[in-house]
């Protein structure tokens, strides 16, 4: 079982910054793929980027690509999201995922986390 709880959002302008982190209480968090993905209001929630345990694969989606990145600390359990030049259409709850097989990290994580909210205001 891995619990994941993320933080970090908060209400910036638009071009501003943001950093989200997302703990992992696991003991082999190396051996797990890290994702993070997000949900609009009145959306599905989407992709946005994903990294492997040995931070060997790394995604984007095309929307945040250039913008965001991915990192992970395996000594501290944690994954970051690094937002720049943030959007009104990045406005969402961030939801952090794990998955112990690469190839699903994207279509189908295992564990989820609680969420956090982060607004662009234009």
């Known amino acids: 079982q891995v619990q994941l709880v993320e933080s970090g959002g908060g209400l910036v302008q638009a071009g501003a910054s943001l950093s989200l982190s997302c703990a992992a209480s696991v003991r082999t968090f190396s051996w797990y793929a890290m994702g993070w993905f997000r949900q609009a209001p009145g959306k599905d929630r989407e992709f946005v980027a994903s990294?492997?345990?040995?931070?060997?694969?790394?995604e984007y989606s095309s929307s945040v690509k250039g913008r965001f990145t991915i990192s992970r600390d395996n000594a501290k359990n944690t994954v970051y999201l690094q937002m720049n030049s943030l959007k009104p259409e990045d406005t969402a709850v961030y939801y952090c995922?794990?998955?112990?097989?690469?190839?699903?990290?994207?279509?189908?994580?295992?564990?989820w986390g609680q969420g956090t909210q982060v607004t662009v205001s234009s």
């Open positions: 995922a794990a998955s112990s097989d690469w190839m699903f990290i994207k279509s189908r994580p295992t564990y």
């Open positions: 990294i492997s345990g040995t931070r060997t694969n790394i």
